[in-house]
């Protein structure tokens, strides 16, 4: 529970214009966050170009905004028009009612209890994809690693969804080409 607000909140500003765009996207952007978090804090002002955006860390903060009050909280439109395109407009980009709906289906699967058996089963399946891939490293077969990780993706959530025999990791990938077509 959020006890207190703080007095003051730290910033980083970087370069004139770019602010820390170019601090954030030099090396490893999760890096460059983890190390602004732990010299400035659980709450983080950084100026992306000349729009605030602020870096959230602490448990209390996260859920404060993404649970408590998320109705007062927008995703930015720079950021989640171009994802949109890609992702739909799954948990991660809805917003308001539709977003609170979304996380309400989902969060029974969530529960402490239900994520040691999703995990188990994460591992499983992308053990299974990695097996059926040393047969196309044997063969030195030249993949495209966006559907590869597609293929991961697709089995870990179809199998904790549905269950380890619903799909192999070649039926997950046939589903998979069929929702680009």
Same mark, same amino acid.
């Given at each position: %529970?959020?006890?207190?607000?703080?007095?003051?909140?730290?910033?980083?500003?970087?370069?004139?214009?770019?602010?820390?765009?170019?601090?954030? @996207?030099?090396?490893?952007?999760?890096? $460059?966050?983890?190390?602004? %978090?732990? /010299?400035?804090?659980?709450?983080?002002?950084?100026? @992306?170009?000349?729009?605030?955006?602020?870096?959230? =860390?602490?448990?209390? *903060?996260?859920?404060?905004?993404?649970?408590?009050?998320?109705?007062? $909280?927008?995703?930015? +439109? %720079?950021? *989640?028009?171009?994802?949109?395109?890609?992702?739909?407009?799954?948990? &991660?980009?809805?917003?308001?009612?539709?977003?609170?709906?979304?996380?309400?289906?989902?969060?029974?699967?969530?529960?402490?209890?239900?994520?040691?058996?999703? @995990?188990?089963?994460?591992?499983?399946?992308?053990? +299974?994809?990695?097996? =059926?891939?040393?047969?196309?490293?044997?063969?030195?077969?030249?993949?495209?690693? +966006?559907?590869?990780?597609?293929?991961?993706?697709?089995? &870990?959530?179809?199998?904790?969804? @549905?269950?380890?025999?619903?799909? =192999?990791?070649? /039926?997950?990938?046939?589903?998979?080409?069929? =929702? *680009?077509?």
């Amino acid at each position: %529970m959020l006890t207190e607000r703080p007095s003051s909140i730290p910033t980083r500003k970087g370069l004139p214009l770019l602010g820390v765009l170019p601090n954030l @996207f030099s090396g490893d952007p999760f890096e $460059y966050l983890k190390n602004v %978090m732990l /010299e400035q804090g659980d709450l983080v002002q950084l100026n @992306f170009g000349p729009t605030p955006v602020y870096l959230v =860390s602490h448990p209390d *903060y996260l859920q404060h905004i993404l649970r408590d009050n998320y109705q007062n $909280y927008r995703k930015p +439109d %720079m950021l *989640y028009s171009l994802t949109k395109e890609v992702m739909g407009n799954g948990l &991660v980009l809805s917003v308001g009612d539709l977003w609170l709906r979304q996380r309400r289906m989902i969060q029974p699967y969530l529960h402490r209890n239900q994520l040691g058996n999703l @995990f188990s089963d994460m591992r499983q399946a992308i053990a +299974d994809v990695l097996t =059926s891939w040393e047969v196309l490293a044997e063969r030195k077969v030249v993949v495209e690693l +966006d559907e590869k990780m597609r293929e991961i993706s697709g089995t &870990v959530i179809m199998r904790t969804l @549905f269950g380890k025999a619903i799909l =192999s990791a070649a /039926e997950v990938t046939e589903v998979g080409s069929a =929702s *680009y077509e």
